[in-house]
């Protein structure tokens, strides 16, 4: 049997060769190849076959005779010096005995002299496996698991000239990307004019995103583009795993060392109109990006609703909690997804659930809602100073849909519809944004400084001075001409024509 001793543990040097087989023990180098046999042949532990196998290479080697062809011996011989990898080649040699000049039984050595080129195969095997762990990080990913052979001049532009000195002594560079597995052809400069080639190709980078986690005894799947969790294996070409792909960033694309497809991004017009002709999202940079999935909101906001402790808040069964009930229970996160598939109705639509009612009947009474606001407003800053000189004298402003919105104060929103700005702003002693002196009060206003002359340069520099109040008009003659009431500087500023 050809491999019956590749139980024998044996060392091979790929050196240089010495003269002398006991300088070859002493470490020399380009020596004849030694192999260390751990048994000796009167050892008590041998089997019978490593028995006849040892005897037959101590007479072999003695009477310098080949075994018969039939009961010929290949042996596994690795190197005396591991690789960069740790690895060692590994060499199968057939025992020819004109091949090991020289067998040291009481030294358990063995001394090889291999021809020329024996040992090349598993060099190169050694060479290519380093060579593709030295060229990943300069590898285009093309799909998961799916990378492309970096070009010549791309490495010699990152100054990698030995990687490219390595490659071309392994053969032709297309012949050795095959062999390390690597896509070698780049695509033609014409290929990414159609948009259908640059979507096939952004969706399988979106796929090499997926890596898999384990929490415990849990795996899950998470995308890094899209932001999206499974608990099962993706799917080629899901795009993240949400309801609609999401376009990878430029950072995507250089991260995964593709060039190509950015230049053929910015080709079609830049990430944003990719996006919007491919009818893709944008990816986002915020926390449980998963919730982007309606199916991933759903799962949880069912499992909320299932939860007990909402009914103290008031939530009956079946009914979808509003804004302020989901915030005490600290899921300001589901608020934020709920406002981007639809908001709450849209919402409880399509989980066939009853919105909240209760927020429209907290505030009954105009007094009420105005004191909500205010402290909104007082709470979250909502306010300005009378002047930039007067800062002791603070402004509440009645707070805008938008800015009740974003804090998913619903609550508030319908009771500012209910009652009005202006009705709030009057019974809460609050003032709306818009709200500008009427050109009778900025005159009083300013007329109680008793300015000697009225000129549009003594205006500038009283405003420059940080004396103009909030609701004064920055530039009065143009904002006042439109209503007709403006007549000159200095009956705005001094004293008109009828006072003197």
């Given at each position: 049997?050809e491999?019956?001793?590749?139980d024998?543990?044996?060392?091979e040097?790929?050196g240089?060769r010495e003269d002398?087989?006991?300088e070859?023990?002493?470490g ?10 751990t048994?000796t ?5 041998l089997?019978?076959d490593?028995r ?12 310098e005779e080949?075994f ?5 011996f290949?042996?596994l011989?690795?190197g005396?010096h591991a690789t960069?990898l740790?690895?060692?080649?590994l ?6 005995p004109t091949?090991?000049p020289r067998?040291?039984?009481?030294a358990?050595?063995?001394f090889?002299d291999p ?15 380093e ?6 990080p300069f590898c285009?990913?093309?799909?998961a ?8 001049l791309s490495?010699i532009?990152?100054d990698q000239?030995?990687?490219v000195?390595?490659v071309?002594?392994?053969g ?5 990307a095959?062999?390390?597995?690597l896509k ?17 190709a ?8 997926w890596?898999e986690?384990t ?12 932001g999206?969790?499974?608990v ?9 795993g ?6 990878p960033?430029m950072?995507n694309l250089m991260?995964?060392?593709r060039?190509?497809l950015?230049h053929?991004?910015v080709?079609h ?5 990719v996006?919007k002709?491919l009818g ?5 940079r915020i926390e449980n ?5 309606f199916?991933?909101?759903r799962?949880?906001i069912?499992?909320l609703v299932?939860?007990e402790?909402?009914v ?13 009930q ?9 608020v934020?997804?709920?406002k981007i598939?639809g908001?709450f109705?849209a919402?409880a ?6 919105p ?7 505030y009954?009474?105009v007094?009420?809602?105005?004191k ?14 009378m002047s ?16 009740l919105?974003e ?11 209910q ?7 009057d019974v ?5 944004r ?9 005159r009083a206003e ?10 549009r340069?003594v205006?500038?520099?009283w ?10 008009p ?21 004293r008109?024509?009828?006072?003197r």
């Amino acid at each position: 049997d050809e491999d019956e001793d590749e139980d024998e543990d044996e060392d091979e040097d790929d050196g240089g060769r010495e003269d002398e087989g006991e300088e070859a023990i002493a470490g020399g180098r380009d020596a004849k190849t030694m192999t260390t046999m751990t048994k000796t042949i009167d050892g008590d532990d041998l089997s019978e076959d490593e028995r006849v196998f040892l005897s037959r290479l101590n007479v072999s080697l003695s009477i310098e005779e080949a075994f018969d062809s039939d009961d010929a011996f290949l042996l596994l011989v690795e190197g005396l010096h591991a690789t960069s990898l740790g690895e060692r080649p590994l060499h199968y040699v057939p025992f020819v005995p004109t091949m090991f000049p020289r067998w040291i039984p009481n030294a358990q050595a063995l001394f090889l002299d291999p021809p020329a080129g024996l040992l090349d195969l598993a060099l190169r095997e050694v060479q290519l496996n380093e060579l593709r762990n030295d060229l990943l990080p300069f590898c285009r990913t093309l799909g998961a698991d799916v990378y492309g052979m970096p070009q010549r001049l791309s490495l010699i532009k990152q100054d990698q000239r030995q990687l490219v000195k390595r490659v071309e002594a392994l053969g032709d560079w297309r012949e050795v990307a095959l062999e390390l597995d690597l896509k070698p052809d780049a695509a033609p400069w014409y290929y990414w004019d159609n948009i259908d080639n640059l979507e096939d190709a952004l969706l399988k980078l979106v796929d090499a995103f997926w890596f898999e986690e384990t929490d415990g005894d849990d795996v899950f799947w998470y995308n890094d583009i899209s932001g999206a969790l499974r608990v099962t294996p993706p799917t080629d070409g899901d795009g993240g795993g949400l309801d609609v792909p999401v376009m990878p960033t430029m950072g995507n694309l250089m991260e995964a060392r593709r060039w190509d497809l950015h230049h053929a991004v910015v080709l079609h017009g830049g990430y944003r109109a990719v996006a919007k002709e491919l009818g893709w999202t944008h990816a986002r940079r915020i926390e449980n990006r998963h919730l982007l999935s309606f199916d991933a909101l759903r799962e949880e906001i069912l499992e909320l609703v299932e939860d007990e402790s909402l009914v103290e808040l008031g939530v009956r069964p079946g009914q979808l909690p509003c804004a302020s009930q989901l915030e005490e229970v600290d899921r300001e996160d589901l608020v934020k997804f709920i406002k981007i598939h639809g908001g709450f109705s849209a919402v409880a639509r399509r989980l066939k659930l009853e919105p909240s009612k209760s927020a429209r009947v907290k505030y009954p009474t105009v007094t009420a809602a105005a004191k909500a606001l205010r402290a909104f407003a007082v709470e979250h800053d909502i306010t300005t100073t009378m002047s930039p000189r007067l800062t002791k004298r603070v402004v509440v402003f009645v707070p805008s849909d938008t800015e009740l919105r974003e804090h998913g104060r619903n609550d508030l929103r319908y009771a500012l519809r209910q009652y009005s700005p202006h009705v709030i702003a009057d019974v809460g002693k609050m003032s709306l944004r818009q709200s500008r002196m009427s050109y009778v009060e900025a005159r009083a206003e300013l007329r109680k400084w008793k300015f000697e002359v009225g000129k549009r340069s003594v205006f500038l520099n009283w405003c420059k001075a940080g004396n103009k109040p909030w609701n004064m008009p920055a530039v009065p003659q143009t904002y006042y001409a439109k209503s007709g009431d403006w007549v000159s500087w200095e009956d705005f500023m001094g004293r008109g024509e009828s006072e003197r």
